[in-house]
Each structure stands twice: as structure tokens, then as C-alpha cells.
């Protein structure tokens, strides 16, 4: 999930349902397309879910 970095946060603009989130469980593979503004500062919370596990992940942010 990303969100503005603002004393209040919101969704960034994004393709689900016009948040920048993904909202798929499970393990696969998962990508978001987002829309930033340069003139925005953003942070992103990485969650894992009510049932964790062990291990880890890899992300990565691109811009495109």
C-alpha cells in the first residue's frame, strides 16, 4: 500500500480501485501500477496479513 506522507495519509492514485494497493492474498508474485507526483512525498506499508509466516520477500519500486 502507498500513501502520501501528510499529516492525515491517503491512497496514492492507483489501479485498484483508484488506490495504489494490492489486495490479493497468497504468495504469488504481485505488481501495481501507481501514479505519483513529483511534487508528493509517499512512504508504502508492507503488510503481512492476519495469518504470517515465516521467510521473507523482495521488492522492488521502478519507476516506468
Known amino acids: 500500500m502507498t500513501f502520501t506522507d501528510t499529516a492525515s495519509p491517503e491512497y496514492a492514485p492507483g489501479e485498484t480501485g ?3 494497493r494490492i489486495d490479493t492474498p497468497g504468495s504469488k508474485d504481485k505488481q501495481v501500477k501507481c501514479e505519483l507526483s513529483k ?3 509517499y512512504f508504502i506499508k508492507v503488510s503481512a496479513g492476519s495469518t504470517p509466516k515465516e521467510g521473507g520477500y523482495d521488492m ?3 519507476k516506468q
Open 18 to 20: 483508484g488506490q495504489c
Open 39 to 41: 511534487d508528493k512525498a
Open 60 to 62: 522492488k519500486v521502478v
